[in-house]
């Protein structure tokens, strides 16, 4: 499997311009997650969803974010209009519930979209 | 409410010496408990985890933890550090009898620096 994908790799936007984050979760994953990390407040769990609907978006920061999940196999996160205290990594994982045993609650993380807003 | 605690942001060890990374957690039911590794420019990767069956947990890479309920931690250990093994660490919970996919609260991480 590839694993989760995300995209871009690195993202350059100057102060109020909108940006779109990607994110394909592993085939048979029912949950997916966003996270944002930065030095200042470390790993933030921003939205996630089950079954392409949103569970908890008690993390998202602000108006200004929003996230969307089509399909199974993809997923947005939008920041518009973006801020510079909005550069930051952001990360998508996933996981399913465990079979043939008790669950895991493990989450396999994407590479990471490294946002830069001047 | 679940919580982790990792104590110290930064630690710095020899190549060769024991590594130690603190994790002590809070959740009002049985626990299933994580660490992941980050390496640089990376996202994050599981090195093991918890799940109610044996106490003491082997992962990759050489490294352990030993879930003790009545100290409520989850310490991760390797007997030999490697130069290698240079990255962040971050202790993780999840209320694990809601099932898979329940979200996961991560502690603050712990820097881990191997020197010569």
């Known amino acids: 499997d590839a694993g989760v994908i995300q995209s871009p790799r690195h993202e350059v936007t100057e102060m109020g311009q909108e940006v779109t984050l990607r994110c394909k979760p592993i085939s048979g994953h029912d949950y997916l997650f966003w996270y944002r990390q930065t030095m200042m407040r470390g790993l933030e769990l921003l939205i996630y969803f089950n079954n392409n609907v949103p569970i908890d978006d008690s993390g998202m920061p602000e108006d200004r974010f929003s996230a969307k999940m089509p399909n199974a196999s993809f997923s947005t996160l939008k920041i518009q209009p973006s801020e510079p205290r909005d550069s930051a990594v952001y990360f998508c994982?996933?996981?399913?519930?465990?079979?043939?045993?008790?669950?895991?609650?493990?989450?396999?993380f994407g590479p990471g979209t490294r946002l830069t807003v001047l | 409410a679940q919580s982790v605690t990792q104590l110290g942001s930064h630690v710095s060890v020899s190549e060769g010496a024991l590594v130690l990374l603190r994790c002590n957690y809070s959740?009002?039911?049985?626990?299933?408990l994580f660490w992941y590794v980050q390496y640089p420019n990376q996202g994050l990767q599981l090195l093991l985890k918890?799940?109610?069956?044996?106490?003491l947990v082997k992962g990759i890479n050489g490294f352990e933890a030993e879930f003790k309920k009545s100290e409520t931690s989850f310490h991760l250990t390797k007997p030999s550090a490697h130069m290698s093994d240079a990255a962040e660490y971050f202790c993780a919970v999840s209320e694990g009898l809601t099932g898979g996919g329940n979200k996961l609260t991560f502690g603050t991480g712990t820097q881990l620096k191997v020197e010569l």
């Open positions: 959740s009002s039911v049985p626990p299933y």
């Open positions: 994982a996933s996981s399913r519930p465990g079979t043939g045993g008790p669950p895991t609650n493990e989450q396999f």
């Open positions: 918890y799940t109610s069956a044996a106490t």
